[in-house]
């Protein structure tokens, strides 16, 4: 064994002083925590103030200094306002800090990203969102650049908003955002759909809530999308998508590291084996569901996991629906019969799909209507006609999920479609969304003042 002078041993335990020295501050410069915040309420062209965005911002600043954060709160921003917030925002980032950024108020999905919306806005076209709005997917882009170890979005900003009938009909919620390495980005509600009106700041609630609780940040998110749907009865689940790389967590002083030095391969041999988290799986399975909204979707799902805290809202789902009526007679009609023959010597006939579907809704067999205009989309899936019916079909057996996108499909090939603005409206009714079915009826009755269904 070769021996080992004091001149060595002292240069050694030197470089291990330096070494040892060097990692508070480095532990200190990761644990640098940025956070913008801001709250816009004060639109002019809406009807009136929105009522929770500042009180949102307001909270959650005032959680997050808790959580060790430096924030800067920005309240009813116009486009120059927001432009100066976000630069100081950019500006404090350091390499290796967390950089958060918050925002409730109105936002719009333009050409597949998310646009967070100033209260000067003048948007009238849909370039108009481009250039007012601010890009989330920039705003990431920008944060990452700056060295930002860890990236959190998170917006309340799913609502339905006072522009976007301006240039279309259908409101498209938000877009999934395109998210860097080590970020995290939470939303009110899914994308593509826009969170329910209620009493209450549910989102912010829940989030305050599961924030404070010990646990990485993905487990505080997963805490709050359960909080929202159970305070909803399922009508709302926010959504998030991670690409973290390091453990975060609000509760804690900062990031956890790892331990200073790996364990023996004895010691490796008894560690337990990771497991994947049973609930991730479960929460897709009813994300899944939920964006089916059939009744034979949530059976399948309560079936397959029959007990739990997601199996409880699925049969709540499940009572919500009306049972199907699918009597095992047909109807006895003899203008069906002679569809009937029709179909079977032609089985494109897509007239003939649609005819015999309007007679079974009105002989009240919706089932065996919204499998005929089935057939009518199968064989164009640009019939607006046929998407009309299947939606207001699927609304009277409680397939509302569905129908609403049937509703939205055709309102977008024929913006201006009086029939399919009534039966969203009905539909919206049916979802328990007044104001969204008085938001369909009014658009409809400027098309036709003396609508009788509308009015």
């Known amino acids: 064994m070769a021996s080992v002078s004091p001149r060595h041993i002292v240069a050694l335990l030197l470089i291990l002083s330096v070494a040892m020295g060097a990692h508070p501050a480095l532990a200190q410069q990761s644990e640098t925590r940025i956070a913008l915040v801001i709250g816009n309420a004060s639109y002019p062209d809406a009807e009136a103030p929105l009522r929770d965005p500042v009180n949102n911002?307001?909270?959650?600043?005032?959680?997050?200094?808790?959580?060790?954060?430096e924030v800067d709160v920005g309240e009813n921003l116009t486009k120059e306002a927001m432009r100066a917030a976000f630069d100081r925002f950019y500006g404090k980032i350091k390499p290796g800090s967390t950089a958060l950024m918050f925002f409730s108020g109105y936002g719009i999905q333009s050409d597949r990203q998310t646009y967070i919306i100033p209260v000067n806005a003048q948007i009238w076209t849909e370039a108009d969102v481009r250039r007012d709005g601010y890009s989330l997917d920039l705003v990431l882009g920008e944060m990452n650049k700056k060295g930002a170890a860890v990236k959190i979005a998170i917006l309340d900003a799913s609502r339905r908003n006072p522009y976007e009938r301006r240039f279309r009909a259908v409101a498209g919620g938000l877009a999934p955002?395109?998210?860097?390495?080590?970020?995290?980005?939470?939303?009110?509600?899914?994308?593509?759909?826009?969170?329910?009106?209620?009493?209450?700041?549910?989102?912010?609630?829940?989030?305050l809530k599961a924030m404070r609780a010990p646990g990485k940040i993905e487990?505080?998110?997963?805490?709050?999308?359960?909080?929202?749907?159970?305070?909803?009865q399922g009508e709302q689940i926010p959504w998030f998508s991670s690409s973290l790389v390091e453990d975060f967590s609000f509760a804690?002083?900062?990031?956890?590291?790892?331990?200073?030095a790996p364990p023996s391969v004895e010691a490796e041999k008894n560690l337990p084996t990771a497991r994947p988290d049973p609930d991730a799986a479960v929460r897709l399975a009813?994300?899944?569901?939920?964006?089916?909204?059939?009744?034979?979707?949530?059976?399948?799902f309560v079936q397959k996991y029959p007990s739990g805290r997601y199996a409880e809202l699925a049969r709540q789902k499940l009572a919500a629906l009306a049972p199907a009526s699918d009597p095992a007679t047909p109807v006895d009609d003899p203008a069906i019969k002679e569809l009937d023959k029709k179909i079977a010597l032609n089985r494109s006939d897509g007239a003939a799909y649609y005819k015999r579907g309007q007679l079974y809704a009105q002989h009240g067999d919706f089932s065996r209507a919204v499998k005929d205009f089935d057939e009518v989309?199968?064989?164009?899936?640009?019939?607006?006609e046929?998407?009309?019916?299947?939606?207001?079909?699927?609304?009277?057996i409680g397939e509302l999920q569905p129908a609403?996108?049937?509703?939205?499909?055709?309102?977008?090939?024929?913006?201006?479609?009086?029939?399919?603005?009534?039966s969203r409206g009905f539909v919206n009714l049916k979802l328990g969304q007044p104001k969204n079915a008085i938001a369909d009826y009014d658009a409809a009755l400027r098309i036709n003042p003396k609508h009788p269904s509308a009015l």
């Not at 505080?220 to 909803?232: D, E, K, L, Q, Y």
């Not at 609403?404 to 009534?422: H, I, M, S, T, W």
């Open 57 to 69: 911002a307001r909270a959650l600043a005032d959680e997050l200094r808790r959580s060790g954060f």
């Open 377 to 384: 989309i199968r064989l164009n899936p640009k019939d607006v």
């Open 219 to 232: 487990e505080a998110f997963n805490r709050t999308m359960v909080g929202v749907s159970r305070a909803t």
């Open 252 to 260: 804690t002083a900062g990031r956890t590291t790892p331990d200073p």
């Open 286 to 300: 009813y994300q899944s569901a939920e964006s089916a909204g059939t009744k034979k979707a949530w059976e399948d």
């Open 404 to 422: 609403l996108k049937d509703c939205d499909a055709a309102l977008e090939l024929r913006p201006r479609y009086l029939d399919a603005l009534d």
């Open 386 to 396: 046929g998407l009309n019916n299947r939606c207001w079909a699927r609304a009277m």
């Open 177 to 207: 955002a395109s998210v860097p390495k080590s970020t995290v980005v939470m939303y009110a509600a899914a994308p593509g759909a826009v969170a329910r009106d209620g009493d209450r700041p549910v989102f912010v609630d829940e989030l």
